[in-house]
């Protein structure tokens, strides 16, 4: 399609919104999936730039620019947009599927082993003289052996695999259940009087029928499933338990006596495949409805990736983008607080004017039909250092010290717009791995941040009598309660977040809140160089400088900082090689060196 005939930005927005009518929702989406030009002004859009040059990152603009090289070298096809466009509740099926088959599978073959070692104790089995009974109970035993093997040992089985061994496993269950009817036909004519047979032909078909009726409803309710694929499978496990009886009503002769247990145990099976299909369509209803439900305006949110004071973190992805974000919302109880909604609102605003590579990216802003606030990040996979040094102990002095010039960068570029973190500690900081990037990091939650470039001193979103922050990391004129906080209260913090790199302890362990407190404002500190062996002398005296209780003796500025970790012998002794080679045996699952799929990350 020529350009020329490109919907406007404005038809682009609103179909950002899902303020457009459905055709035309079906118009745009397949002008998109077969225009270079418009998969680009809907990532800027989403990125709320006015054009693709504003778009933040070389990298990213280098990936939209690939995805108009690729869209005009590949021919579109039907269906691509569908596998582009919208929530993935086809990958939500499956694998609740695979959590199914995973679970049916483990708990049949240990029921099926159990059984058959039983009747070997109990002699009713004999290796040396084989019975069809054993033969059949072996064989489905070994085979859902093989089926849990399969689905426990190959997690990435996509949903024909899957849809595969669901075949498998209702088949070797059908032929189990056709040898027990068999059996127990021929065990009842054995014994039964010719005067008790009537009697004997219903109580066999009431049993065969109670199995077939218990396992047809618990397929339709325990398999995810489509309407026609369950009517079809539920169909034909009906139909096996009728047909074996007429079939053993002929050979036998007694078909003319199995008319009126035939016709109740078809009814039986027709009351169950009824309810079988009712409750595999219903659930499938709400659990689409439940899907769907986890969205917040264009963003379908995956998992929970943490929680915070003032609300939780998911990670989500963009409806029609199909791109991993970080979605930040409010938590329930907290939105009729006035203050809590303007400072959320703050956090926004103070971070999405940071353009910087180690903050974190601010996407979007807004709020869902129900009044839910949230902003949406980017998506940030890897370790934040509280986690990192839990799970490996202290950094070595190299790392931390390109850490921190990196932290040191992030929080210059706030401060020169006015901006005081007020929250600067581990747990605010992420590591991760992008390809070609040595060790980045990223400065994220500013929900505590005070803005010294507002006329009037600043923003009174916080009460003069109440404390905030995190005691570990807190600088003396902030533990005091101290309201005219500028750049050198983030210097003592970041020095901190030092301390606790290089020794996997905070400057100051106490045993209560105000004990910290009051150490932060009076105790001197142990050189980190007592605590652990082989920190070098100009790293610790830098830790120690930021960590001066009057603020005239530290680090005028991050900046400063910053230039003189760049000084240290170890600076950039952390190379790239290095870094790439820790992630890749210390932590494999929390990053990923190639494009990566949300959920994986």
């Avoid at 690939?66 to 269906?79: I, M, Y």
Wanted: glycine share 8%.
């Amino acid at each position: 399609m020529d350009t020329l005939a490109c919907p406007t930005r404005e038809r682009w927005e609103a179909y950002l919104r899902g303020d457009v009518a459905p055709a035309e929702d079906e118009a745009l989406t397949a002008h998109y999936d077969r225009c270079p030009h418009c998969p680009l002004v809907v990532e800027a859009l989403s990125h709320g730039a006015e054009s693709v040059e504003d778009v933040p990152g070389d990298t990213f603009r280098q990936k939209i620019l690939d995805l108009r090289d690729a869209a005009v070298a590949t021919p579109s096809r039907p269906e691509a947009s569908s596998r582009r466009l919208g929530p993935r509740y086809a990958d939500f099926v499956r694998d609740l599927l695979r959590r199914r088959l995973r679970g049916a599978t483990a708990l049949s073959t240990a029921a099926f082993g159990l059984f058959l070692a039983k009747d070997f104790v109990n002699g009713e089995y004999r290796i040396l003289q084989p019975h069809v009974a054993f033969v059949v109970h072996a064989g489905v035993t070994f085979g859902l052996l093989a089926l849990t093997a399969l689905v426990w040992g190959r997690p990435s089985l996509g949903m024909t695999a899957l849809r595969a061994v669901e075949t498998i496993f209702v088949t070797l269950g059908v032929a189990f259940f056709v040898d027990f009817q068999v059996e127990l036909v021929q065990e009842g004519l054995g014994w039964a009087a010719p005067a008790a047979l009537d009697d004997v032909l219903q109580l066999i078909a009431d049993r065969v029928a109670l199995r077939w009726v218990v396992a047809i409803v618990m397929y339709g309710f325990f398999v995810p499933n489509t309407l026609r694929r369950c009517l079809a499978v539920v169909g034909v496990l009906a139909a096996v338990p009728l047909t074996v009886t007429v079939v053993l009503g002929a050979v036998t002769g007694l078909l003319p006596r199995l008319v009126d247990p035939l016709l109740e145990m078809t009814t039986w099976l027709a009351l169950a495949s009824a309810l079988s299909v009712y409750g595999s369509y219903k659930i499938a209803f709400f659990r689409k409805a439940g899907f769907e439900g986890r969205k917040l305006g264009q963003y379908v949110i995956r998992r929970l990736l943490g929680k915070g004071g003032m609300g939780e973190v998911y990670l989500a992805e963009h409806a029609l983008l199909r791109r991993p974000c970080a979605l930040k919302v409010i938590r329930p109880e907290r939105t009729e607080d006035a203050t809590v909604l303007r400072r959320f609102e703050r956090e926004v605003m103070a971070t999405a004017k940071l353009r910087h590579e180690n903050i974190v990216a601010i996407h979007d802003y807004g709020h869902a039909e129900d009044g839910t606030f949230y902003y949406v990040m980017e998506y940030v996979p890897g370790r934040d250092l509280q986690e990192l040094v839990a799970r490996h102990g202290p950094l070595p002095p190299e790392r931390v010290v390109h850490f921190l010039r990196q932290a040191g960068a992030a929080l210059h570029k706030a401060h020169s717009v006015g901006l005081i973190h007020r929250d600067v500690k581990p747990n605010n900081m992420i590591a991760c791995a992008p390809p070609g990037v040595c060790d980045q990091l990223k400065l994220v939650d500013f929900g505590l941040v005070r803005d010294v470039g507002r006329q009037g001193g600043g923003d009174t979103l916080t009460e003069d009598d109440v404390l905030v922050g995190t005691p570990s990391f807190m600088s003396p004129e902030q533990a005091a309660g101290a309201r005219d906080l500028d750049a050198r209260s983030d210097v003592y913090s970041l020095g901190a977040v030092a301390y606790f790199l290089l020794t996997g302890a905070p400057p100051f362990v106490r045993p209560t809140r105000l004990g910290v407190l009051m150490a932060h404002l009076r105790d001197p500190v142990t050189p980190p160089g007592r605590s652990r062996i082989g920190v070098p002398a100009d790293v610790e005296d830098c830790v120690l400088r930021c960590l001066e209780k009057d603020a005239a003796r530290r680090f005028p500025t991050a900046e400063a900082l910053a230039e003189s970790l760049a000084r240290c012998a170890c600076a950039g002794a952390w190379t790239s090689r290095l870094a790439t080679d820790w992630w890749r045996e210390k932590e494999p699952e929390a990053v990923l060196f190639s494009s990566p799929a949300p959920e994986k990350c």
